[in-house]
């Protein structure tokens, strides 16, 4: 599996955006870019992926450099709901499964 | 639709004893993870299925963890005797295809093992 690496922590204050950055050097030209996030006591949930092309959908946008070497993950407005760890992954055309790593943990202030 | 169940939701046992999770995946969907989180380890995949075929069980600990998919609808992950390092969350997880699409979890099974 193609490795992505994440900065252990962030924090935002509520209502600022919020940048969380994902490097993914090794990714191969069949790897889709994933975000999912958790919430305390759930599993992790969708938030949105993309290719090659810069995505948006009502939860977030994700920005994908041109190289893919990288991409970041931006909500546009923080909440306390936002608060969770945030997992980036590739998911891969050529196999079923994904390796999750340590994830960002967002902390956000009132 | 109901997404991913898992059952039990919590679950205390003590060492030694047989724990058979349970997991339905969504309708349609072909593939099943299923998925073990600790503090110390994170997420950890422990195998996934492909239309009820195992693919890639790299990630089952020992031979005390066994997993099975009888039929599109029904997986189980069985732990045979558990051990007090077993307690964790499970958690199971599908999606359609094999192409780069969603994951959804199931809000997992807490297991602790005493």
């Known amino acids: 599996d193609a490795k992505t690496t994440q900065p252990n922590s962030m924090e935002s204050n509520e209502e600022e955006p919020v940048h969380l950055p994902c490097n993914h050097s090794?990714?191969?030209?069949?790897?889709?870019i994933h975000w999912y996030r958790q919430l305390p006591s759930q599993g992790p949930e969708y938030v949105i992926h993309?290719?090659?092309s810069n995505v948006n959908n009502r939860m977030a946008s994700l920005a994908i450099a041109e190289d893919r070497k990288s991409s970041t993950l931006i909500l546009h407005r923080a909440t306390l709901r936002d608060a969770a760890v945030y997992y980036c992954?590739?998911?891969?055309?050529?196999?079923?499964?994904?390796?999750f790593g340590d994830g960002t943990t967002l902390t956000v202030k009132p | 639709d109901a997404g991913v169940i898992q059952s039990p939701r919590h679950e205390v046992t003590e060492m030694g004893q047989e724990v058979t999770l349970r997991c339905k995946p969504i309708?349609?969907?072909?593939?099943l993870f299923w998925y073990r989180q600790t503090m110390m380890r994170g997420l950890e995949l422990l195998i996934y299925?492909?239309?009820?075929?195992?693919?890639?069980d790299s990630g089952m600990p020992e031979d005390r963890f066994s997993a099975k998919m009888p039929n599109a609808s029904f997986s189980t992950l069985k732990i045979q005797p558990s051990e007090p390092r077993d307690s964790a969350v499970y958690f199971c997880?599908?999606?359609?295809?094999?192409?780069?699409?969603?994951?959804?979890f199931g809000e997992g099974s807490w297991l602790t093992v005493v």
């Open positions: 299925f492909n239309n009820n075929v195992p693919i890639d």
């Open positions: 992954i590739l998911r891969s055309t050529n196999a079923g499964k994904s390796t």
């Open positions: 997880a599908s999606n359609q295809g094999t192409t780069g699409n969603t994951i959804y």
């Open positions: 309708s349609g969907h072909n593939s």
């Open positions: 090794t990714i191969s030209g069949t790897d889709y």
């Open positions: 993309g290719l090659t």
